[in-house]
C-alpha cells in the first residue's frame, strides 16, 4: 500500500496533472475574482471565503480523471485487482495520493490567497481548518466518480457532472466555516458536519469505488 501511495505520488508530479495544475488554477480564481467584483472592498470581503472554498473545490475537480487513467492506460490497474491488496485499499490509497497532491498544497497556500480577496484576519485560520477537514471528502468522492468513469471515452466531462452535485454540501458548510470564523461567530456546527461528511466519505465511498471497478474490469 506504501509502495502504490509512493507511486502514485511520483507519477502525480512528473504529469504535472495534480499539484501544479491545481495551484495554477487556483491561483488565476483569486486574482481574477477581484477583477469581476470591482474595488468594493467590503463586498470582497464578505464573498472571499466562498470564493476561495469554490475555486478550491474546482482545483481539486481538474485532475479527478487522472486518479484512474494512467493506470487504465497501462494496464496496471488489472494487475491491482489481482494482487492481494483489496481493491478497496486501492481506491483509499489512490484518495489519500489526490489529497496530498492536490488538497493538502490547496489548503496550505490558501491564506496566501487570501489576501488577495480582503479576507478578514480571523478568517485566514479557519480556511485552512475548513479546507484540511473538507478537502478529504472531495478527493474521495472524486475518486468514486473516477472508479465509475474510468475506460469511458470523454469520462472527463460525465465524472464533472457526477461529482459537482455531491460537492456541494462540502462546499456550503465550508464557506459557513470561514465566514463565521471571519465575523467572530461559533463554527462548531458547519465544522462538525463537515468533519462528518468526510469521516463518511472515507468510510463508505471505498466500497462504493471498488464495487464500480470490479464492473468496469469485467
Do not use: Q
Not at 43 to 71: P, Q, T
Not at 78 to 84: D, G, K, V, W, Y
Not at 164 to 175: A, E, K, Q
Amino acid at each position: 500500500m506504501i509502495g502504490l501511495l509512493i507511486r502514485d505520488l511520483r507519477l502525480a508530479m512528473k504529469a504535472g496533472g495534480g499539484f501544479g495544475l491545481a495551484l495554477a488554477f487556483f491561483l488565476i480564481v483569486s486574482v481574477l475574482v477581484p477583477f469581476g467584483i470591482g474595488p468594493e472592498t467590503g463586498l470582497l470581503r464578505e464573498v472571499s471565503g466562498g470564493v476561495l472554498w469554490l475555486g478550491a473545490l474546482l482545483a481539486c475537480l481538474l485532475s479527478l480523471d487522472r486518479i484512474f487513467a494512467l493506470d487504465w492506460e497501462d494496464g496496471s490497474l488489472e494487475l491491482l485487482a489481482t494482487s492481494p491488496l483489496p481493491l478497496e485499499m486501492v481506491a483509499i490509497t489512490k484518495s489519500a495520493a489526490h489529497w496530498i497532491t492536490t488538497g493538502l498544497p490547496l489548503a496550505l497556500v490558501a491564506p496566501l490567497l487570501g489576501l488577495l480577496l480582503n479576507l478578514p484576519e480571523d478568517g485566514f485560520l479557519w480556511l485552512v481548518v475548513s479546507l484540511l477537514v473538507g478537502t478529504p471528502a472531495l478527493s474521495a468522492i472524486g475518486t468514486f466518480g473516477a472508479a465509475l468513469t474510468v475506460g469511458m471515452r470523454r469520462g472527463g466531462l460525465l465524472l464533472s457532472l457526477l461529482v459537482l452535485p455531491l460537492y456541494v454540501p462540502s462546499l456550503l458548510f465550508g464557506s459557513m466555516v470561514v465566514s463565521n470564523g471571519a465575523s467572530g461567530e461559533a463554527v462548531g456546527t458547519p465544522l462538525a458536519l463537515l468533519a462528518a461528511i468526510s469521516l463518511g466519505s472515507l468510510a463508505i465511498l471505498p466500497f462504493a469505488s471498488a464495487s464500480a471497478l470490479r464492473v468496469n474490469l469485467r
